[in-house]
């Protein structure tokens, strides 16, 4: 044990938890135990999750909401009743107010498309006003671009400051009386970022927008209170908080929900269909059309199930102090430099950084020969790098399997990327 790590408190049982996720007894490269570090990017999944999956499959496997046969029933209450857990995991006020899409992109793009077909006062046109930051995912720039582009909407954004946070310095500048709606990241992907939503949140509601919050990089990682956020739209992904791929959330306000168009229109999001007309189902059935991610809804709230057991305060916690530690040694790299806040107070636990002048895909690929695998790139935040002037960056991210032992099986790694590059 480094000295680094003496008084480290509020790790979980990493021990236990570990062996619950099969993929973490793998080996790689000529018998390599691997050591994940990329769980920003997609996290690994329990024994609990893939058994559910299974058992889906196995024995309830049918559509929902259509068939009045057994297994059909039990496919709908299995599906529904993962929206209901979700509702709790996230304190909704109303199960309606959750509705599934394939991706935190999908229910961003579902956002920007409802606001762009919305009558007023909702409707987003060439006299309002888009705001975004600098420190997007792609996916919660890009949907907002498309609707600028559409409706003459003037786009607009927070930039950072150099040490990863939001500049607001004008923050009465940028959101204004003609701002339409505001939308943010709750903690960045790539600079670790837990963004001031108090601040944020007060200044749009002076002036009347509408606020949509991007918590893919939240929802996994802390408690997730959509009632406490007090945000109109919050979208999250179930890959990230050890869920399948394919699943995504979106909630909504129940009456901006009642209001807004639908984006897809098929089946199951009607009430009556006409060669002249068509009425819509209530939410959350108006905007899930066509056949839905079942299995993967079912998946999800197992994956919600165990994080709920293990609580998410005692994640939070456990997170905290393993950043807490890799910040600590990854600064006594020598020509390490962290891309984003250099403290363990108010981030996430995704750290980027560079080192001297050797590219991230080169210590990426290095690492990898070590069982170590981290993500390099822009990580689909390429506005980041541009504000800093990097090409790219190496991302080392945490979660609650992580052990003090993997950070310092990086830091032992990036010695030797250093060696190896002379």
């Known amino acids: 044990m480094t000295d680094a790590r003496q008084g480290l408190t509020g790790l979980l049982d990493t021990e236990a938890i570990r062996k619950d996720f099969p993929i973490l007894d793998r080996t ?19 024994r ?26 039990e496919a709908t209450a299995l599906y529904e ?8 995991f996230i304190n909704a006020p109303s199960r309606d107010e959750v509705i599934f899409t394939k991706n935190a992109s999908e229910s961003l793009n579902l956002v920007a498309n409802m606001l762009g077909w919305a009558d007023e006062p909702y409707r987003v046109d060439s006299d309002t006003e888009i705001v975004t930051t600098e420190m997007e995912h792609h996916s919660n720039i890009v949907p907002w671009q498309l609707l600028a582009q559409r409706t003459g909407a003037k786009l607009k954004w927070f930039g950072i400051t150099d040490d990863g946070r939001l500049d607001l310095s004008d923050i009465d500048e940028i959101i ?25 949140i007060r200044r ?14 939240a929802a996994p990682h802390m408690v997730l209170d959509v009632q406490a956020l007090q945000a109109d739209f919050v979208a999250f992904t ?3 908080m050890v869920g399948p791929t394919g699943i995504g959330v979106l909630w909504g306000r129940q009456e901006l929900l009642e209001d807004l168009p639908p984006f897809l229109g098929g089946g199951e999001m009607i009430e009556t269909v006409s060669m002249h007309s068509s009425t819509y189902a209530p939410a959350p059935h108006k905007f899930e059309a066509g056949t839905p991610p079942i299995a993967q809804a079912v998946g999800l709230g197992a994956a919600v199930d165990y994080l709920s057991a293990i609580g998410m305060e005692n994640i939070h916690r456990h997170e905290k102090a393993i950043t807490e530690y890799a910040v600590k040694r990854l ?7 962290i891309i984003g806040p250099a403290t363990a107070e108010d981030r996430g636990a995704a750290i980027s950084f560079t080192l001297g002048d050797i590219h991230p ?22 506005p980041v790098c541009l504000r800093y002037g990097i090409p790219a960056t190496t991302r080392a991210s945490f979660y609650l399997y992580s052990t003090p032992a993997e950070v310092d099986a990086l830091v032992d790694g990036l010695e030797h990327v250093r060696n190896f590059f002379g």
């Open 331 to 337: 600064l006594d790299v020598p020509g390490l430099r």
């Open 28 to 46: 790689v490269h000529d018998g390599k135990k691997i050591v994940y570090l990329d769980s920003a990017a997609t996290s690994q999944k329990p």
């Open 204 to 217: 749009a509601q002076q002036v009347g927008a509408l606020v949509c919050i991007d918590a893919s990089q």
């Open 81 to 88: 009743g993962a929206r209901d857990k979700v509702a709790a």
């Open 361 to 382: 895909h080169d210590v990426g690929q290095v690492l990898d020969e070590l069982g170590i695998a981290v993500r390099v790139g822009h990580h689909c935040a390429r």
């Open 238 to 240: 179930g890959h990230k």
């Open 176 to 200: 204004t009386e003609k701002t339409k709606v505001v939308s943010f990241t709750l903690v960045s992907n790539i600079l670790g970022t837990v963004n001031p939503v108090e601040q944020i």
């Open 48 to 73: 609990q999750v893939l058994d559910a999956l299974n058992e889906y499959y196995e024995q309830h496997n049918a559509n929902v909401h259509r068939g009045v046969y057994t297994i059909a029933e």
